[in-house]
């Protein structure tokens, strides 16, 4: 692509302007340069530029704790907004915590410590306003899933709880570290088709789950996969208890339904939650952290991954309602203002798991959203609500039973089965559905981890396919100008007799170097074919566009340098055109430029094939410099 | 990069060109090409096409057996030039054989079978005319490396013996099978840079190990790394034998005078190397594979990691000849080749090491080359050379001290040092002298598994580097034209008033999309900032030059949904130039074409700034399609 020319056709005269070799950089300041755009891309010292040292340290607690930002200006009139936002929330959060927690397979009560703290912290740390947070459905299955397969809840629950509280304190750290170390972009390699198919896929296995609940069954497996579930379920039909079925698919009709009559309003899930709830709030718990050996491994793991998710999550939605209203969303402050937000509740209360460690998810911001929220003081609401509820109401939630419990979740859960997006992504990018897909499939039939490794490493095979076989073009002249593009783009370009014009699509890496060489090798190959066979003008010129290579490292010179000495056995010209100032300076340091000769290196394609065509009608040796000459006197 | 634009200066007129959405492809066609661009990229088919079932058979036979193709044109002539090569390259082979096996900690006389049947099997198979096939130093350390883990070679000879034979097995298992399932694109991986750095690290540890030899040591660390090697050395400095190092040294310092002299001439290595040598050929021994389950894992490793490094080192170096002499080098076709050799010595052979699956290194294919060979019946006259000094003369190397043939082995590896090589990465790209250095230094400091796997990494992490922070320039117009390029690469050029133009340097990817929206809104801040400071127009438009965007996915697309509501909100105008034909069908599919608007975008950024400077002159709505109708009429 990128490339045209410049004519004056009353004259006839081409033009050519040379290709500007980069001013040298001193090896440091370029480095520095480069650091800076990989770690600093959003610049985040930018406002401490040119400051006294105090309004520095004042600039900086605010960076930290956007709380004393938007504190001094806080109103009356924000505060009834937000009083009602969080009220809001806080209804949706009590019976979400205690739901999650079920699926963690802890105390419920546990659910309700993580709309505590969390949120407290959030308002002062975090950078988005909108944002709710508290628990998630799909860490709580992490946790069950990862955990599980080490110590069984039900026989060690008190190993199981400490196993869950250190997987929390590493997803913390890990957190906090990744966003003091400047290291948010590793979350972007979770893509937004991973993330939906990575997410229908919990939600498919958290409904299977669901089946023992709404069954009745007394006994299920503990593996997540849908062939164990099934077997499990279709091995113990004789024990299905139809009442608890039927009540359970009822009130899951009736929930659909109330969600479908109130779509576009907040949802209000006046629902009781069954729970051995414990009342009162609970003493520090540093102790309790699981640092020996055999399962040290596996808290760990645990905590990576699931704080990579919760990450993912947490920073798509919170920009997603930034967009909205237009402010602005630092990801890698977020991951601190997460991150000590799961080291505090491990600090602070008794067991906070996984699941509470997980920013709100999108229907609980929409919701804070939606009731007008105007600042995080809506997350403090909630957690004062919260708090309310765990010192005086929790003996209320004692009387629910498991199948309405079941209901509630699958109900949740098919919300985050989101198909038009996996339609969408069919329709625009069968690679990215693929993606999908495979995460989809591989949390259902593998688990958890699976699917995320897999979806992940097709997702960066493409990156890497991308560079290894890239697109290579033939351009074409699109008629009554001087600009080329590609030919298959559009169909009405000519291209030039006599001249083979190659657009290269991709950084020249070791990855593709041998690749381009052969592809180059049989375009020409292919190009003489078919000249030979309809008998046109044989070929004198290849013209590489060079105007997407935007990088080259020395495998890719070694390329170039072997397509040269090719091109002169085959008595062919090679000519470069557009090389852009990463590529220009390596094929000067390379020495190659002097091989390709830097007459032969023009700024655009059209000047190119000016030169060419001029040479093939007078054949003249180099007029070019003439040319130039001529047009620098004009 | 690449745009322009095409003026009228006579009359001022713009005139636009609309930017072709590609015609429609069914998914199955593009599929189908794709899959044909990723494994075919040589089209090894082409030549099959539109031919007789009979001559097919006949180019098949050809295509696997090249000897084939050759042989009905062979002339005496040839035979006299390959004649005189073959004895060459087998005065090399012969001593290297000996020395090499040594290094593997195996029986010498191995390395002489290696020189006989491998060559066979290449002169008929193999694709280069100039390639010698034999041994190498840097897979026999491999070997030594690898299995010397798991197998003391002193204690445990016919394990060990029988292991590397094993993995000599699985690494022509692998190559084949490679070449079958044309994935010979994976041996692209090793870069250049790669190469340069692992070799001189193995060339390194292998001098270090022969200090054993030098020194006239009894006893010797079994470990490979420098520090272990020191410790040992140093240990017992007590044991030294001066004579033996004076001897080595001075015989060291011959070699290399008697090669600096005839640095030019073929190099012949007319001395005599020690070893229990057993006269004779031996029988077949497909019963020696090593199938049980402990050190079946070892050998399948050290197969495939030698197996992948025979292969790059064979490829590049056989692709060096080629390009001399004008002739096509076929990956794939070459990995079959290569593996069926090293089964092949597996079944004729009794142990046939992974050094002996090393088809030749530079040096000794540049003998070959210049003592004249023709074809491949060089390596046959090599091989029948190498049988007669295993019939008759292996009596003869019996009386070689073990110091001359260490002395052989250094002189020998310090040509593999490529200091040079290494300053011209330093000079032409520094990122290539980092992999180049981090593979020398895992191979001398940890182990060659190591150096391979960080400079693979590193390189890895260069290509996706590339895609997560892609360079984004400010593009400016070059005095008396319409074309806009990089105001860093051309300093004479000049920012539009108002407009501010980018270009974006790489796909937009998932790993990508939340960094290009975060430095596009930078840019447009600091242009906003400048233009505050120094009182210009303000800005209304904002370009962004999609020329070298090569594909987009749906993460891509979002974030171009973002920044046109961020730039709507801002009141600014996101303009589009150059799409590709990729970024076009999926802007089309997606129906973010509608919301940009497709009169916002253009085939060039010249045409688009010429359009927004109308607009900023005159105020109009939208006066493109009046202008393009103008055109068309004229």
């Known amino acids: 692509m990128g490339s045209a020319d410049y004519v004056y056709p009353a004259t006839n005269v081409e033009c050519s302007h040379r290709v500007a070799i980069p001013p040298p950089q001193p090896f440091v300041k370029s480095l520095k340069y480069n650091l800076k755009e990989t770690f600093f891309p959003d610049d985040p010292l930018r406002q401490f530029k040119n400051q006294p040292t105090s309004r520095r340290f004042v600039l900086g607690l605010k960076y930290f704790f956007p709380i004393f930002d938007w504190a001094p200006s806080y109103t009356f009139d924000f505060l009834k907004s937000d009083f009602i936002a969080g009220i809001t929330i806080a209804s949706l959060a009590i019976p979400q915590g205690i ?123 503990h593996s997540t996969d849908l062939v164990s579930v099934m077997r499990s379920v279709f091995s113990q039909t004789h024990q299905w208890r139809w009442e608890s079925a039927a009540l359970g698919f009822s009130f899951l009709f009736f929930l659909l339904v109330t969600r479908y009559f109130s779509k576009r309003k907040p949802k209000f899930f006046l629902v009781q939650v069954i729970g051995y709830l414990k009342k009162g709030l609970n003493p520090p718990s540093f102790e309790d952290l699981v640092l020996v050996s055999p399962y040290l ?61 997980f920013p709100g998810p999108f229907s609980r911001s929409a919701v804070n959203f939606n009731a007008g929220c105007k600042t995080a003081v809506s997350n403090i609401v909630m957690a004062l609500a919260v708090m309310v509820t765990l010192l005086f109401l929790t003996p209320l939630f004692h009387y629910t039973p498991l199948v309405v419990l079941s209901s509630i979740i699958i109900g949740a859960m098919l919300g985050l089965i989101d198909y038009e997006a996996a ?96 592809r180059i090798a049989r375009w020409v190959d292919e190009e003489e074919d078919r000249l030979k066979t309809s008998g046109e003008t044989s070929l004198q010129y290849v013209i590489l566009d060079m105007g997407a290579v935007g990088n080259i490292d020395t495998s890719g010179i070694s390329m170039l340098e072997e397509v040269k000495k090719v091109m002169d056995r085959r008595e062919l010209k090679l000519v470069l055109a557009n090389p852009g100032a990463e590529v220009m300076k390596k094929l000067n340091k390379s020495k190659l430029i002097d091989k390709i000769g830097l007459e032969w290196i023009y700024l655009t394609v059209g000047e190119a094939v000016g030169a060419c065509n001029f040479l093939l009608h007078t054949c003249k040796p180099d007029p070019l410099k003439e040319e130039s000459e001529a047009h620098n006197k004009v």
């Not at 419920?108 to 949120?119: A, E, H, N, R, W």
């Not at 750290?173 to 991973?194: E, K, N, P, Y």
């Not at 939605?317 to 000590?340: L, P, Q």
Request: charged share 10%; with cysteine; proline share 3%.
């Open 297 to 357: 491994s596996t808290a760990i793991k645990t905590g990576i991954i699931t704080g990579v998710i919760a990450l993912a999550e947490g920073i798509a939605v919170g920009r997603s309602f930034a967009m909205f209203k237009n402010y602005h969303i630092d990801g890698n402050k977020e991951m601190i203002a997460f991150g000590t937000m799961n080291i505090f509740q491990v600090r602070k209360l008794r067991v906070l798991v996984i699941q509470w460690k």
């Open 423 to 518: 339609i969408h992504l069919w329709t625009v990018d069968k690679f990215d559905f693929i993606v999908c897909m495979s995460a989809y499939a591989g949390v259902v039939f593998g688990s958890v981890e699976i699917g995320l490794v897999v979806a992940v490493a097709i997702s960066l095979l493409r990156v890497l396919l991308f560079v290894a076989r890239p697109k290579t073009f033939i351009l074409g002249n699109i008629p009554d100008t001087m600009i080329y593009r590609n030919v298959e783009q559009y169909t009405n370009s000519n291209t030039v007799p006599g001249v083979l014009i190659l657009e290269i699509d991709a950084p020249i890496y070791f990855a593709n170097a041998s690749y381009l060489r052969e």
């Open 99 to 221: 739901s999650y927690a079920k699926l963690a397979n802890l105390p419920p009560i546990l659910g309700l410590y993580s709309s505590f703290i969390p949120p407290l912290v959030y308002a002062m740390m975090g950078s988005s306003r909108d944002l709710a947070v508290g628990t998630v459905a799909v860490a709580s299955l992490l946790t069950a899933s990862m955990l599980g397969n080490e110590v069984n809840a039900n026989e060690n629950p008190k190993l199981y709880l400490h196993l869950a509280f250190t997987a929390t304190f590493f997803a913390g750290a890990f957190q906090a570290s990744l966003g003091l170390l400047r290291l948010g972009f590793i979350v972007d390699f979770l893509s937004h088709a991973t993330i939906i198919g990575f997410m229908a896929g919990a939600a498919t296995v958290v409904i299977l789950q669901q089946l023992k609940g709404i069954l009745g069954l007394e006994h299920f497996t």
